[in-house]
């Protein structure tokens, strides 16, 4: 079974999120903000290496939780830069605590932060494949930088599209690709 050229498959954690999980469409808000801070996390550093720490970041972010994020102080911060289970980077650290306030500002304004989303997407599902962005992470990424969140580039949030589904980038070869048919969720 051929799947996408960057999947290991040596690393079965790492085939189980390419098999199970990538492409997949999942707009919990729970779920969207783990992948948010995940791909924060990710941002110079290869998604393999995060997804082999995804369990301690569950432990060490309260389960990912961000009502409890939004109120961590600088003792948290101290323990979190400490964890060697995590990526112990202090700007990374506090731009997850900074992004659990402006993702809950967006779920009081819209709802959810799926509703927050549809809004860019019009319900629609992509399929495309070699990118590394679009005008919809372009335009993701400037409004949610307007609303003061950070590591939310253009090339991040469309591997955070990638990841909840939104795009689903599952190369030819893949087992798993579907073509270049755009649906509406």
């Known amino acids: 079974m051929k799947r996408c050229s960057w999947c290991n498959e040596k690393n079965e954690d790492y ?6 999980e990538w492409g997949v469409l999942c707009l919990e808000d729970p779920y969207l903000f783990e992948m948010l801070v995940l ?32 109120d961590y102080d600088e003792e948290k911060i101290q323990v979190l830069c400490q964890n060697p289970g ?23 304004e819209k709802g959810s932060f799926r509703a927050y989303l549809m809004e860019f997407t019009q319900g629609a599902i992509y399929y495309e494949t070699h990118q ?4 919809l992470s372009d335009a993701l990424a400037k409004d949610l930088k307007k609303r003061g969140m950070k590591f939310v580039g253009t090339t991040i949030l469309y591997a955070y599209l990638q990841a909840i589904g939104i795009v689903n980038s599952h190369e030819e070869e893949c087992f798993l690709y579907v073509g270049s048919k755009a649906q509406n969720m």
């Open 132 to 135: 590394t962005h679009s005008d």
């Open 39 to 70: 791909e924060g996390f990710q941002a110079g550093l290869s998604w393999e290496c995060i997804l082999n720490k995804r369990e301690a970041f569950r432990q060490a972010f309260d389960h990912f939780d961000w009502k409890i994020i939004q």
């Open 15 to 20: 085939v189980r999120y390419h098999d199970e």
């Open 86 to 108: 995590i990526v112990r980077n202090r700007l990374k650290i506090k731009a997850a605590i900074t992004n659990a306030k402006i993702f809950e500002q967006i779920r009081q």
